[in-house]
């Protein structure tokens, strides 16, 4: 970093700030961009791109600000300039989408140090997009998108989606995004402890929708994944138009050659537009009798929808735990080979989703890990020729009745 010419904007209405940073900024040989609140920043910027983006807080309504760069620019870093008055607002800040803060008077080595710690995140992400569009730009389209749905909640099923994602990551050299395509609260941040800066509120806010925008969104994990979360607050929670919601599924295969979505045990307009684009269907039931009625329903109803592609896979999940319905039973209920059979490892379950890291990535060994391993294999062994993505954004029939009568 040390060699790169890096473009830096600073908004700011104090004349002494401006001229202090601007000093350093060009001392260093990069270039400054100097900005006014009051004069549109964020159009000024999407003409203008730059590396990094600092704010200063003694700037009117400087939280405000914060919050609509993140959301109308969610590919530009942010750090806050504070001096010893603001520092009570940093917490606000870092929630508005600063990533970190510098104290004035500024001191240039720890003014380079944060840059570069912030820097250095979104640096391996660009990387990463560039691997992906190399290697794709002479290869045939085999983008997969997985959808793990279930229509019965507690069934285990974004514990099943988190794992596979991973494994699917470590056992081949593509990208693998985990998305969740629901309207509620995240249950995939928490199993990953991440805090995503952007979430799936972003796409209700934007007026610009592009495969950059997406990007933007995804949210690194140490595994490799990168993740699509839902927000952490109801405060964040919106409702998104399902064309958005058609244009994220379209953009997310292009940022990665698997990308495995997450649902709700709710039959709605997003689980239709899921099931519409998915080339892999994971249908996740228990060994007890409610979640094999649901499944059943699903299963039988996804059979005759015309509009419907994907391969319909059968996912046991805690399976062999007491009292619980056999595989034999389940299978002969649903008519379908159960393609993979996970076992159920309550302590190992609950340790993993406490720490935050998924239960394949510490406990590899383990038969709930290989449970998830025997899926991925199945997954990866499969043709993607023989399942053709559907290009129809009708609302199915029968996920319109299930709609309603939810």
């Given at each position: 970093?040390?060699?790169?010419?890096?473009?830096?904007?600073?908004?700011?209405?104090?004349?002494?700030?401006?001229?202090?940073?601007?000093?350093?900024?060009?001392?260093?040989?990069?270039?400054?961009?100097?900005?006014?609140?009051?004069?549109?920043?964020?159009?000024?910027?999407?003409?203008?791109?730059?590396?990094?983006?600092?704010?200063?807080?003694?700037?009117?309504?400087?939280?405000?600000?914060?919050?609509?760069?993140?959301?109308?620019?969610?590919?530009?870093?942010?750090?806050?300039?504070?001096?010893?008055?603001?520092?009570?607002?940093?917490?606000?800040?870092?929630?508005?989408?600063?990533?970190?803060?510098?104290?004035?008077?500024?001191?240039?080595?720890?003014?380079?140090?944060?840059?570069?710690?912030?820097?250095?995140?979104?640096?391996?992400?660009?990387?990463?997009?560039?691997?992906?569009?190399?290697?794709?730009?002479?290869?045939?389209?085999?983008?997969?998108?997985?959808?793990?749905?279930?229509?019965?909640?507690?069934?285990?099923?974004?514990?099943?989606?988190?794992?596979?994602?991973?494994?699917?990551?470590?056992?081949?050299?593509?990208?693998?995004?985990?998305?969740?395509?629901?309207?509620?609260?995240?249950?995939?941040s928490l199993m990953l402890n991440l805090?995503?800066?952007h979430t799936l509120a972003n796409l209700?806010?934007?007026?610009?929708?592009?495969?950059?925008?997406?990007?933007?969104?995804?949210?690194?994990?140490?595994?490799?994944?990168?993740?699509?979360?839902?927000?952490?607050?109801?405060?964040?929670i919106a409702e998104i138009e399902r064309?958005?919601?058609?244009?994220?599924?379209?953009?997310?295969?292009?940022?990665?050659?698997?990308?495995?979505?997450?649902?709700?045990?709710?039959?709605?307009?997003?689980?239709?537009?899921?099931?519409?684009?998915?080339?892999?269907?994971?249908?996740?039931?228990?060994?007890?009798?409610?979640?094999?009625?649901?499944?059943?329903?699903?299963?039988?109803?996804?059979?005759?929808?015309?509009?419907?592609?994907?391969?319909?896979?059968?996912?046991?999940?805690?399976?062999?735990?007491?009292?619980?319905?056999?595989?034999?039973?389940?299978?002969?209920?649903?008519?379908?080979?159960?393609?993979?059979?996970?076992?159920?490892?309550?302590?190992?379950?609950?340790?993993?989703?406490?720490?935050?890291?998924?239960?394949?990535?510490?406990?590899?060994?383990?038969?709930?890990?290989?449970?998830?391993?025997?899926?991925?294999?199945?997954?990866?062994?499969?043709?993607?020729?023989?399942?053709?993505?559907?290009?129809?954004?009708?609302?199915?029939?029968?996920?319109?009745?299930?709609?309603?009568?939810?």
């Amino acid at each position: 970093m040390e060699q790169q010419v890096l473009q830096l904007a600073l908004i700011s209405e104090h004349t002494a700030h401006s001229q202090a940073v601007t000093q350093i900024i060009i001392d260093k040989g990069w270039k400054a961009l100097t900005l006014s609140s009051r004069s549109n920043p964020v159009a000024a910027l999407r003409r203008q791109p730059v590396d990094l983006v600092l704010v200063d807080l003694d700037v009117p309504n400087a939280i405000e600000l914060l919050r609509e760069l993140t959301q109308q620019l969610p590919y530009v870093p942010l750090i806050a300039l504070t001096t010893t008055n603001h520092v009570v607002e940093w917490q606000d800040a870092q929630l508005a989408g600063a990533l970190d803060y510098v104290t004035f008077p500024v001191n240039g080595q720890n003014f380079f140090t944060t840059i570069a710690r912030v820097l250095q995140h979104f640096s391996a992400t660009i990387e990463r997009v560039r691997q992906i569009s190399s290697a794709s730009a002479g290869r045939a389209k085999k983008e997969r998108v997985i959808a793990v749905v279930s229509l019965k909640g507690g069934i285990g099923r974004s514990t099943v989606a988190v794992n596979l994602a991973v494994a699917l990551r470590q056992r081949q050299q593509g990208e693998v995004i985990l998305a969740e395509a629901h309207h509620g609260l995240s249950r995939l941040s928490l199993m990953l402890n991440l805090h995503p800066r952007h979430t799936l509120a972003n796409l209700a806010t934007t007026a610009n929708m592009d495969l950059d925008f997406v990007q933007g969104l995804l949210q690194p994990h140490d595994t490799g994944i990168q993740l699509l979360a839902a927000p952490n607050e109801l405060t964040q929670i919106a409702e998104i138009e399902r064309e958005r919601w058609q244009q994220t599924l379209a953009f997310l295969p292009q940022l990665a050659p698997y990308v495995v979505v997450d649902t709700a045990a709710i039959a709605d307009a997003v689980l239709s537009e899921v099931l519409l684009r998915a080339d892999e269907i994971l249908m996740i039931t228990g060994p007890e009798i409610a979640s094999l009625y649901s499944t059943r329903t699903l299963l039988d109803l996804l059979r005759v929808e015309k509009e419907v592609h994907g391969r319909l896979h059968v996912v046991l999940n805690q399976a062999g735990v007491s009292g619980g319905l056999s595989e034999a039973v389940i299978q002969k209920h649903l008519g379908e080979p159960i393609v993979a059979s996970i076992p159920a490892d309550p302590p190992l379950a609950t340790y993993a989703l406490n720490r935050g890291v998924p239960f394949v990535a510490s406990h590899a060994r383990a038969p709930i890990s290989r449970g998830i391993q025997q899926l991925a294999t199945h997954l990866l062994a499969a043709d993607p020729a023989t399942a053709p993505k559907a290009t129809s954004h009708r609302l199915p029939a029968f996920l319109s009745f299930l709609s309603q009568r939810a």
